[in-house]
């Protein structure tokens, strides 16, 4: 079976990955974290996606209609994950599509604008999913904690609008702060990078053949992206919460 130089294919990966699905299950499910049949459905859900994707994207980068389609299919799942992670019930899950296309398209825009990246399906496809996958998280990470912040300090609200404070402004006042931490993992991730961890666009191109140096600089432009594109998520997440599009 074919391998790489960082996974090998050998018969017992199926095994090994079981394994590390049920050790994964097990201690969400002994810390009664809430998310032990989470972690399997999540894990078993990512092979059958991979594995279609990989039999599907020979076919998408070669046709311009397909590449769009795939890319509009990925925004519309990122939406409907972030909304939901927001909301909690579903309803008005699709306002998270607003700070999602916010921090992705502009960046996407300006690797084109200055040729950082080629128009080629093969390319655009991942980048496109680098920031969205970016910004669903850093949407539903700010809204989450920006509703659950108004939903606790409601008092604090009130005695902001009784000051004279407008509806949005004391909203904000109060989800702001809590909502800005959605931006810590990947300020911690640009950071530490090359110190603590050496992420996947760097590994893999070290193993495609390219240099260190050639690898060292796209994983740079993937992090100053990805962290330029979930700060403006975060931005237009706190500006919808405040305005109470995500809040009955």
């Known amino acids: 079976m074919p391998s790489s130089s960082l996974i090998s294919v050998t018969p017992l990966l199926p095994v090994a990955m079981l394994a590390l699905i049920a050790l994964g299950g097990l201690a969400a499910w002994l810390g009664r974290l809430g998310h032990g049949r989470a972690v399997v459905t999540a894990c078993l859900r990512a092979a059958l996606q991979l594995a279609a994707v990989s039999a599907l994207i020979t076919w998408v980068v ?8 795939f890319i509009l299919l990925m925004y519309a799942v990122a939406t409907y994950t972030a909304g939901r992670r927001v909301t909690g019930s579903g309803r008005g899950w699709w306002w998270a599509g607003i700070p999602v296309a916010a921090g992705t398209a502009p960046v996407l825009g300006l690797l084109a604008g200055f040729k950082v990246i080629s128009g080629a399906g093969i390319v655009v496809i991942p980048v496109a999913g680098i920031l ?7 949407t539903a990470l700010a809204g989450r904690r920006a509703v659950e912040e108004l939903t606790q300090r409601r008092g604090e609200v009130e005695a ?25 993992p990947a ?24 240099s260190p140096l050639e690898a060292g600089l796209v994983q ?16 237009v997440t706190v500006e919808l919460v405040s305005r109470g599009h995500f809040t009955s």
Request: glycine share 12%; aromatic share 4%.
């Open 62 to 69: 070669a046709y311009s209609a397909a590449i769009a389609g």
């Open 132 to 138: 969205l996958g970016g910004c669903l998280t850093a």
């Open 160 to 184: 902001a609008l009784s000051l004279g404070f407008m509806p949005r402004d004391a909203a904000m006042e109060i989800c702001r702060p809590a909502a800005a931490q959605a931006l810590v």
């Open 187 to 210: 300020l911690d991730q640009t950071r530490t990078v090359g110190l603590v961890t050496l992420p996947g666009a760097f590994v893999g191109m070290l193993l495609g053949g390219a």
């Open 220 to 235: 740079l432009v993937v992090l100053v992206a990805l962290l330029a594109a979930e700060a403006v998520a975060v931005l």
